[in-house]
Nanobody, 113 residues
Framework: VQLQASGGGLVQPGGSLRLSCAAS????????MGWYRQAPGKQRELVAH???????NYADSVKGRFTISRDNAKNMVFLQMNRVNPEDTAVYFC????????WGKGTQVTVSS
């Protein structure tokens, strides 16, 4: 199983970024998929998840700013991040919800001016 997150980088406060995650080795459409993040010195947290039919749920800290989506045909899940702020700085990972698989490497998002 591979969960490969990409699309991170340095972005200014108020800016936007789109993360992608490619999944292989799993029956992707059968799982709820989520984006997690881990900031320096903090525990990893689930920030958004999406069911196999597209129902979504968000952590309060990102609600109204982030949008999760998925493409079951391509085994991919996405996170559109808008109006980012420094508190969004973290390494972002995708995985199933609940988490069944080992963590991939993640992608670093740094929000700074």
């Amino acid at each position: 199983v591979q969960l490969q997150a990409s699309g991170g980088g340095l972005v200014q406060p108020g800016g936007s970024l789109r993360l992608s995650c490619a999944a292989s080795g799993i029956i992707f459409s059968g799982y709820i998929m989520g984006w997690y993040r881990q900031a320096p010195g903090k525990q990893r947290e689930l920030v958004a998840h999406i069911t196999n039919v597209g129902s979504t749920n968000y952590a309060d800290s990102v609600k109204g700013r982030f949008t999760i989506s998925r493409d079951n045909a391509k085994n991919m899940v996405f996170l559109q991040m808008n109006r980012v702020n420094p508190e969004d700085t973290a390494v972002y990972f995708c995985n199933s919800v609940p988490r069944y698989y080992n963590w991939g490497k993640g992608t670093q998002v740094t929000v700074s001016s």
